[in-house]
């Protein structure tokens, strides 16, 4: 169970990394999205997206990335105001949250993709008991992750 005794906003004054990966293309069919993997993930597959774990560790725990497809109706209840710009997987909003619970604390990184073909949400986590955010950490290990994206156009396997 995650209890979270507060989250703090942070904010960031740059346009995320562009940067690309080098991997295995990573497919799902039912969520209908895909993207880069590089080696050292973990990858488990639920029917509307993807939680990968880093098996490298970094800081006090495993950096884990989830992606999930977002449905009709879905996008109004997840939306939140963030820093926004023009990625290669689309029109993204971002924002960076620190987050504190009984076994530690770290930084999460919550970002909403939306293309014309589609929104997929993700939410990037790294266990950090520094009080100020690394953005290195996510420009390093996530962003090139998250840029790799492509949004299928939905079709019979898409969402409901």
């Known amino acids: 169970m995650l209890v979270v005794a507060g989250a703090l906003t942070v904010s960031c004054s740059t346009v995320p990394s562009t940067e690309s990966v080098e991997g295995e293309t990573l497919r799902h069919p039912q969520a209908r999205f895909q993207l880069v993997l ?8 639920s029917r509307f997206g993807f939680a990968l774990v880093r098996q490298e560790p970094l800081g006090g725990g495993y950096p884990t990335l989830n992606l999930r497809r977002l449905g009709p109706g879905e996008f109004d209840d997840m939306r939140f105001d963030g820093r926004s710009y023009k990625g290669p997987s689309g029109d993204v909003v971002y924002r960076y949250q620190g987050w504190r619970n009984s076994r530690g604390s770290g930084y999460r990184m919550e970002a909403i993709i939306t293309s014309p073909r589609g929104t997929v949400f993700v939410d990037a986590s790294v266990w950090d008991s520094a009080t100020k955010l690394d953005r290195a950490v996510f420009e390093e290990v996530f962003w090139p992750l998250i840029n790799s994206i492509e949004i299928d156009s939905p079709g019979p396997a898409a969402l409901p």
């Open 38 to 45: 590089p080696s050292g993930w973990q990858v488990q597959q």
